[in-house]
């Protein structure tokens, strides 16, 4: 038996929590977990709290239940943070964490200081899903649950292409596999497939990039009132860094996205040398090695110059490695 399960079982009730603007990763965890603990636990009284989650992930089991509204102040025996770096990113369902009597974090952020009463992080593992799925009896792994689990291990290795993926994530892709769920159809329509808006903003951001350090980075902005224009919001934006990344001779990718007046969230995509996840610590952000985000303020140009300063030194000093 594992920890969570032992924490599990010492529990009547339970509250799964996610980071803010939850991804693949994060509400594939949740929900992999919310089903798991519905099967193993069935007496258990569960509560799902994430922030609004994109339709694409609709195909998930359980889906429906996720609130994303507080309804109350419910106190429980015990609280699930799921691919969650810190306290402050779970948002306004923080007070779960609080008043729980008990709480885990699983998480596979480096930047993870451990928040939680006790803490399951593997910095190098791919996904959240990967380190949720050692925590889990695989006799109980149905095709539902493996699917969340595909899901997230897919969104965060970006199908397998992300340095991050190891031979361990794909022994458990397999695994996840051999349950009979339609992996091709989630790779086609939850990962690749964009709505027609989602193209066109992504197309406005590539054409308005802009390259810099002899060509080996990139960055590009959307504004506020682009968002507007287009009837986009913030999940809506996915995938944009990582379509930069791939321009050929492109070492580091940068996204911005405005919050507010000369507020922007940034997200940083790497190939081989830089370490985005330095960097965004260094602006009171977190990630991976090779992914990594922050929030910062000032005009789009003082953001890239703050950013440009730390890229340049590493791609100066550090030897390439994976």
């Not at 799902?48 to 195909?59: A, D, E, K, N, W």
């Not at 930047?111 to 996904?127: D, F, L, P, V």
């Not at 969104?155 to 349950?179: N, P, Q, W």
């Not at 054409?207 to 504004?223: A, H």
Request: net charge negative; charged share 25%; hydrophobic share 35%.
């Amino acid at each position: 038996m594992t920890r969570l399960e032992e924490m599990l079982d010492g529990a009547e009730s339970l509250v799964i929590l996610g980071h803010v603007n939850p991804d693949g990763d994060c509400a594939g965890s949740c929900l992999a977990l919310y089903n798991y603990v519905k099967k193993r636990n069935p007496g258990l009284y569960v509560k799902l709290y994430l922030q609004p989650v994109s339709g694409r992930f609709s195909y998930l089991e359980g889906f429906d239940c996720i609130e994303s509204a507080l309804s109350g102040e419910e106190v429980f025996d015990l609280c699930v943070c799921l691919d969650c770096s810190d306290r402050e990113r779970l948002g306004e369902f923080a007070g779960f964490l609080d008043t729980a009597k008990n709480s885990i974090c699983i998480d596979h952020h480096v930047t993870n200081q451990g928040y939680a009463r006790e803490n399951i992080i593997e910095g190098k593992a791919s996904s959240t899903c990967e380190v949720l799925y050692g925590q889990l009896s695989e006799e109980l792994l149905d095709q539902d649950i493996a699917a969340c689990l595909y899901t997230g291990l897919i969104h965060d290795t970006g199908v397998f292409r992300y340095s991050c993926t190891s031979e361990k994530t794909m022994e458990i892709a397999g695994k996840l596999m051999s349950t009979g769920f339609d992996f091709t159809w989630i790779i086609d329509n939850g990962f690749f497939k964009k709505t027609y808006l989602q193209s066109q903003i992504l197309g406005r951001a590539l054409m308005e990039s802009i390259r810099f350090l002899d060509g080996r980075c990139i960055f590009t902005v959307v504004k506020k009132q682009d968002m507007i224009f287009y009837g986009v919001e913030p999940r809506d934006l996915e995938g944009i860094v990582d379509q930069l990344r791939t321009i050929d001779g492109v070492e580091c990718a940068i996204f911005l996205y405005e919050t507010d007046n000369h507020m922007y969230k940034v997200s940083m995509r790497s190939n081989d040398v830089v370490d985005v996840s330095r960097i965004a610590s260094y602006f009171g952000g977190g990630g991976h090695v090779r992914a990594a985000g922050c929030t910062m303020s000032g005009s789009v140009h003082d953001v890239v110059n703050n950013l440009s300063g730390h890229i340049e030194k590493q791609l100066i000093s550090e030897k390439p490695h994976g």
